[in-house]
């Protein structure tokens, strides 16, 4: 599902070696973390897949494609196969929970009923009662709920989670974790950017660590430990 091989990203204005012969392999249907600190470079490696910025050296490949061969033209294909959440949940504050899930449908011109796709989805994050609330009205919980339904409306194989329950108190950061837990068992490939210990180390799965932009630990056991 991603393939980083021997992947050099270079910012050639500040010289910074964000990632450096980054080597690794994911498979369809694995959730896994990127950890490391500030500044190790998961943000480069999430933007990289996206094809929001190119590898200086060596080859990114999505779902068997290598990205920096997709043309521009076929750039909103590649990212609606990628799903995306974030911290901040970037909900449409005018939009209510469904209208959120609808005008992505519409973007991205899904086929099929958008309304349908739309109720399904809030219903497996558990959230097919709040259909009419707009962000403001939703617990920091539900609107991060609401983001990950977004993120998956469009059926995207692949989700990229950057430090999703960074803004969440531990217990609801625990539901948001069981919540992708259970995406993830329908046959999602998940990979999680975080720097969140705690969340890394209750539940332990493969794990890569960035450290300065090398690749020091491809641990399948799981666990922080930097
Ligand atoms: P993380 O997400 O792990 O905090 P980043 O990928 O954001 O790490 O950053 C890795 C390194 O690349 C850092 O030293 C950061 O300052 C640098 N960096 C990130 N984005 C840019 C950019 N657009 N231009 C120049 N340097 C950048």
Known sequence: MVEFRHVTKTYPRTHTHALKDVDF??????????????GAGKSTMLALMLRRIVATEGTVA????????VPDSRLPMLRRHIGMI????????????????????????????????????????????????????????????????????????????????GNLDPDTALEIMELLDDINLRGTTILLATHARDLVDSYKRRTLVLRNGELVRDDTRGGYSL
Not at 30 to 36: I, N
């Open 62 to 69: 999505v779902a068997g494609q290598d990205v920096a061969r």
């Open 86 to 165: 974030f911290q901040d949940h970037r909900l449409l504050g005018h939009l209510s929970a469904f209208e959120n899930l609808t005008f992505t449908l519409r973007a991205v011109a899904a086929r099929g009923n958008h309304e349908q796709r739309a109720m399904a989805v809030l219903r497996q994050v558990g959230l097919a009662h709040k259909r009419k609330a707009y962000p403001i009205e939703l617990s920091l919980g539900e609107q991060q709920r609401v983001a990950i339904a977004r993120a998956m409306v469009t059926d995207a194989p692949l989700l990229l989670a950057d430090e999703p329950t």
């Open 25 to 38: 392999h994911i498979a369809k249907g694995e959730f896994v973390y990127v950890t490391g600190h500030s």
